[in-house]
């Protein structure tokens, strides 16, 4: 809808939102290393982001095939929905055939950046997971850094030492690559490759200038097993990593917890600040409770909101069918919608310059009975207008335009009573 003369638009709040930081504070942040800037110069028609801390809260979308669903272009348009309605950045997980080619489309009709796990693509070279090698690891890693991906996720933290403690969890290693590398190690008995040769990571991610996404192979995949030894033995590990890459003029986030009680959620992102030296924390929910499966995109949003609020730079989407299924479109749509929400609200509660903007301009709308103003002010004008609809087509003889909605009828509506009290006492 084209904007009206005189009314904020969507637009005009992103723009305000995003310009309340200058280019020295953008250079002086990176080269602490408390701000990463994902953007291959390979990956043509990239939109590049910051993602920090003194930044606007980020969120990403997870797509990706699976050995048992999806296509290409079915993840083209869960790519769309998610870019359409507001992920920053978007990480293509696919583990089923084709992964090179949907991984090349994806980062072609991406804007935003693109992030992947390698080791998921290393897998579908090999028979048996436990033939992996170091050497067929980087060759995937320099070829999908080589095709524009912008960040990757290393499992590069978890050690050997580490896996007994989480043996003895409820729910074990819940992060696939994590697992994977667990089972090669026993098998194996030797220490994780990706750590054992991290230098020679770090120098395929400096020459194509790849962030690295330090992952968390040790995430907690319950509330029972929160904040236990084995996350947080390999937390330290993850913070000599930054240190290590920061020192080969490699950007680096770390990756964070999964399934986290609301009241450990502060001691977590206070945790990683102190370790990795304030390096951007990228979150996956966390959910806040393990017996809501179909609503974890709410489960896991309000574990989000209170982890940007202390500290949190970038939130990893769940979306309804996590713990359930592969994610289709609506849910990515769903998903996406539940974290837009979550980062706005914590940036909203942090007090970011214009972060209030959009929601000042909903409410002079909805005082004034504007509907399409709200319709275009909403995080998902489609489904608000859908909504209203869907209510006023009840009532054929209510306009669309209507002074109430069927929540009050015409004679209990609160803002039209408010705005007649000023009128009688103009009188």
Request: hydrophobic share 40%; net charge negative.
């Amino acid at each position: 809808m084209a904007a009206r003369a005189g009314l904020v638009t969507p637009a005009m709040c992103e723009v305000a939102a995003s310009e309340y930081v200058s280019p020295e504070f953008v250079r002086d942040e990176t080269a602490a290393g408390r701000l990463v800037i994902p953007a291959n110069p390979a990956h043509a028609g990239l939109k590049p982001i910051g993602i920090g801390r003194a930044l606007r809260t980020k969120i990403n979308a997870n797509i990706g095939n699976s050995a048992l669903s999806s296509d290409a272009q079915l993840e083209l348009d869960k790519l769309n929905m998610a870019v359409r309605h507001g992920a920053d950045t978007v990480m293509d997980l696919s583990t089923g055939a084709d992964v090179n080619n949907i991984r090349a489309l994806i980062v072609r009709h991406s804007t935003v950046p693109i992030g992947t796990v390698p080791i998921y693509q290393a897998l579908t070279l090999v028979d048996d997971p436990m033939d992996l090698s170091i050497e067929l690891l980087l060759d995937v890693i320099r070829q999908q850094a080589e095709q524009g991906v912008d960040y990757m996720t290393l499992h590069a933290g978890l050690l050997k030492r580490h896996v007994p403690a989480a043996r003895r969890r409820l729910t074990g290693i819940v992060s696939r690559g994590g697992a994977i590398l667990a089972k090669w190690m026993a098998r194996h008995n030797e220490e994780n490759p990706l750590y054992v040769h991290f230098d020679r990571l770090l120098e395929i991610c400096r020459a194509h200038d790849v962030t690295i996404s330090l992952g968390d192979g040790l995430r907690p995949g319950c509330l029972a097993d929160a904040s236990d030894e084995a996350q947080f033995a390999e937390l330290e590990t993850l913070g000599e990593l930054v240190r290590r890459s920061r020192d080969a003029g490699v950007q680096a986030m770390v990756e964070g917890p999964g399934h986290i009680p609301l009241d450990q959620i502060e001691m977590n992102m206070r945790r990683e600040r102190e370790i990795c030296d304030d390096a951007p924390f990228y979150i996956l929910g966390p959910v806040v409770i393990d017996c809501a499966p179909g609503y974890d995109h709410i489960t896991s949003a309000i574990g989000a909101t209170l982890g940007a609020f202390y500290g949190a730079s970038m939130l990893c989407y769940v979306t309804p069918m996590e713990h359930l299924g592969l994610p289709d479109a609506q849910d990515v749509r769903e998903g996406v919608v539940a974290y837009k929400i979550a980062a706005h609200a914590a940036d909203i509660a942090l007090k970011r310059p214009h972060a209030r903007d959009r929601d000042d301009a909903i409410s002079k709308a909805r005082v004034a009975f504007d509907w399409e103003q709200q319709f275009s002010l909403a995080l998902d004008p489609d489904h608000a207008r859908k909504m209203r609809q869907k209510a006023v087509c009840k009532h054929p003889d209510m306009a669309e335009k209507s002074d109430h909605c069927t929540m009050c009828g015409p004679k209990f509506c609160s803002m039209r009573i408010s705005r007649e009290i000023e009128e009688v006492q103009a009188d």
